[in-house]
């Protein structure tokens, strides 16, 4: 048996190896990403060449325009175990997975056991859609039906400049609940670790909150989850399609000098129970 | 705030050997634990080891109303569902280290578990289901309460209770076999 300071010693060994496979891989995909960045802007040079002029879509003309004013806020669906963070209001209408996934089995007259195997089911599943394990948010009920609901991903409110926020509103219907926090770097205490700020269907965050959180975490962070509602819906129904579960959740932003910002994210499920979310504004 | 806590918050600034007050103060209950769901002294050794990785590596989920033990433990749930889903028989033990092993969980046990009427009760548990094993090792031993170990286990308090006092009963009959004295915690 090892002494706690050899386990420690292993432990740290590991966390470290981990850390700089990690940190490896991001610079991988860094340059992946970038790559493609330079192949895509010679493939739309080379198309307008062909075709005898510039681009002409509506949607990146309008995005553009001058007359437009450039969108102060960044909506993003963010990964904390990834540190990914993906911008879903550069363009309207964007569908983007959003690392969820609902289960909702009929479990009448299983075991305990048994109805933990439903749940690593989800978590085959949640395994699958991300080709590898991750951290997740698993929430469920546990009675004649099982229901889970798991997230990896959330959404992340994210305003460069935080003395220009007045308010943020964001408000669901009554098939989600959402909850704000903050998500600190890890560096951060325990208790400060993920600090729970307020959790309803409609929540207003002030400039001054906003202003707090920026200074440790850049942005806030709201994750969804399936309201009572949903859930008892599937008690009755073990068998109600799961793309029939869908929230639009809507953020409003005012500044302090008067303009505001409206977006509304549509969460829908497919057939498989897997999440994704559309951003309009 | 728990010892664990403001250990992990020293260990987080930088002093490394806050992880190891963590390890000496956890390691041997959280083994025991995982031990209660893997049913294998050694893996649930290996799989205490890789709980303590991910408390360090990821970013914890941990609930400002949960205690930072309730926490580790539910990491170390995790994990051991993990392991056993990736492993649905288990490990299998080549015959030449059976020795080995029975001789490390003897060592094992008198580190962690000196009380005698806590042994045989331990010895008692490893014959009944392991959803009461588990619930059991986190109530006796680990003194976690029902609300701790709800969270945990990831079930409604109530369905916890059930789950307890049902395990209870399993054990009190299977003491009483052994002509234990059982007498209610």
Known sequence: ???????????????????????????????????????????????????????????????????????????????????????????????????????????????????DTVMLELKERLIQLYGKDCDWHLRGIQEDTTVYFGTADYLKVKIENPDSVDKISISCTDSGIITVSDKSKLGGSLSEYIKTIKQGTSITVTGKEYTEIYEKTDGICIEWFLSEIITDAFMTSPDMPLSEVEDEITISINYTDGSAEDYTVSFSFNDEGMLSAKCSF | MDIGESSYRRFLEGDEDALVEIISQYRLGLQNYIN??????????????????????????????????????????????????????????????????????????????????????????????????????????????????????????????????????????????????????
């Open chain 1, 1 to 115: 048996m090892k002494t706690d300071r050899e386990m420690a010693n292993d432990i740290l060994c590991k966390v470290n190896s981990m850390k700089e496979e990690r940190r490896m891989m991001k610079n991988r995909m860094g340059r992946v990403a970038a790559l493609s960045c330079v192949f895509a802007l010679i493939f739309v040079a080379v198309f307008s060449l062909f075709i005898g002029g510039t681009t002409t879509d509506e949607k990146f003309a309008s995005a553009t325009s001058e007359n437009t004013p450039p969108k102060k806020a960044f909506l993003m669906v963010a990964n904390a175990a990834y540190e990914t963070e993906t911008v879903i209001n550069k363009d309207a209408d964007v569908t983007l997975p959003m690392g969820g996934i609902l289960i909702a089995k009929d479990t009448k007259g299983m075991t305990f056991s048994e109805k």
């Open chain 2, 36 to 185: 209660s769901v893997v049913n294998n002294l050694s893996v649930a050794e290996d799989l205490t080891e890789e709980t303590f990785v991910k408390l360090l590596i990821k970013k914890p989920k941990h609930k400002n109303t949960a205690s930072f033990k309730t926490w580790l433990y539910t990491i170390g749930r995790n994990t051991a569902l993990d392991w056993m889903r990736k492993n649905p028989h288990g490990r299998e033990i080549p015959i030449d280290e059976i020795m080995n092993v029975a001789a490390e969980e003897e060592q094992f046990l008198q580190l962690y578990i000196k009380d005698e009427e806590k042994r045989a009760v331990h010895d008692a548990l490893e014959s009944i289901s392991p959803d009461y094993r588990n619930v059991l090792t986190l109530f006796y031993f680990e003194d976690f309460t029902v609300e701790e170990i709800s969270k945990i286990l990831k079930k409604s308090k109530k369905n916890t209770s059930v789950l307890l006092h049902r395990a209870r009963k399993s054990l009190k009959n299977k003491l009483e076999e052994e002509d234990f004295i059982y007498e209610n915690r």
